[in-house]
């Protein structure tokens, strides 16, 4: 039994299609075929069957890739063994997530690992999802930053080892010269008049504005849905804009004001989320030792 194919057939479970699995380990979707289809000649038995355009793995495919699961852990436990009796946690660690978070978490994580773990090689990408979509980047990286506004754990996370690291208060951003910035705080109803850049109606954020519309029974005025925070500070610094920030990273010198919000909640948990085999591996817990302390 070619282990390859108990990892693949893993992928497959938590991917779910070839195009993804093919994507995520840098191979075209008919090579990823052509591997189904050797695997299950050198077992003896159906490993996939079609459903609608694509594949869903038969009973004796999900069998196999629970075991691959199995060995992913195990592997992971003998790598953090072994990195345990040499005495200093080494190798690569991948990291993707939110750039509103990992402005405050990474740089100083960086500093700290390379004084206490220099052989730690920490590499990261920004990357800003729905919340659903997070846990998926966990095939192809070793930690994602992800967060939610219902709970500490994200949505999609099932199976996964979730993390805590920090808790953020999202404001109500306003240029200096709004009539509202004045103000200590902000209810729902204070807020029913004015103009919105808000995200993506599937991201966390449009939790809180779904929240102040079911409060007050107004549908707030979405004229723009932007992800990038830093488009949605330039306009609502330059004009008469409302929109939703986080408190630890939005400029606080660019024009821009930020006043909490009372009457809903408002505060996001920001969470390390990871494959179990992957939060087995010692580097992998130094760097979450790292990114919770500068939390």
């Given at each position: 039994m070619d282990p390859r194919h108990l990892e693949l057939l893993r992928r497959l479970d938590e991917l779910g299609s070839v195009t993804a699995v093919a994507r995520a380990t840098y191979r075209t979707p008919s090579a990823v075929s052509q591997q189904l289809k050797q695997?299950?000649?050198?077992?003896?038995?159906?490993?996939?069957?079609?459903?609608?355009?694509?594949?869903?793995?038969t009973t004796a495919g999900r069998l196999l890739a629970a075991g691959g699961k199995d060995v992913a852990s195990a592997i992971a436990r003998v790598q953090a063994d072994w990195e345990d009796y040499l005495g200093e946690a080494s190798g690569d660690v991948r990291i993707a997530g939110l750039p509103s978070a990992l402005t405050y978490l990474m740089p100083a994580a960086l500093q700290q690992l390379r004084k206490t773990s220099p052989g730690i090689v920490l590499t990261a990408d920004d990357v800003d999802l729905a919340e659903h979509e997070f846990a998926a980047l966990t095939s192809d990286v070793d930690i994602v930053i992800a967060h939610s506004l219902v709970s500490a754990r994200p949505a999609a996370t099932e199976g996964l080892t979730v993390e805590s690291?920090?808790?953020?208060?999202?404001?109500?951003?306003?240029?200096?010269?709004?009539?509202?910035?004045?103000?200590?705080?902000?209810?729902?109803?204070?807020?029913?008049?004015?103009?919105?850049?808000?995200?993506?109606?599937?991201?966390?954020?449009?939790?809180?504005?779904?929240s102040i519309e079911q409060v007050t029974g107004c549908e707030l005025e979405v004229t723009q849905r932007i992800r990038d925070n830093r488009l949605i500070e330039a306009i609502v610094a330059s004009g008469?804009?409302?929109?939703?920030?986080?408190?630890?990273t939005t400029p606080h010198n660019a024009g821009l004001t930020l006043v909490p919000l009372s009457g809903v909640s408002a505060t996001r948990w920001i969470v390390a989320v990871m494959a179990p085999d992957t939060a087995e591996r010692a580097a992998v817990k130094r760097v979450l030792e790292a990114l919770r302390a500068n939390a």
């Open positions: 695997a299950a000649r050198e077992l003896g038995h159906t490993l996939v069957e079609p459903e609608g355009r694509g594949l869903k793995l690291l920090a808790r953020e208060r999202i404001d109500v951003a306003m240029s200096d010269e709004h009539r509202l910035a004045g103000r200590d705080e902000l209810s729902p109803g204070d807020l029913v008049n004015d103009r919105w850049v808000s995200v993506p109606e599937d991201y966390p954020f449009a939790t809180i504005m779904s008469d804009h409302l929109a939703l920030l986080p408190r630890f």
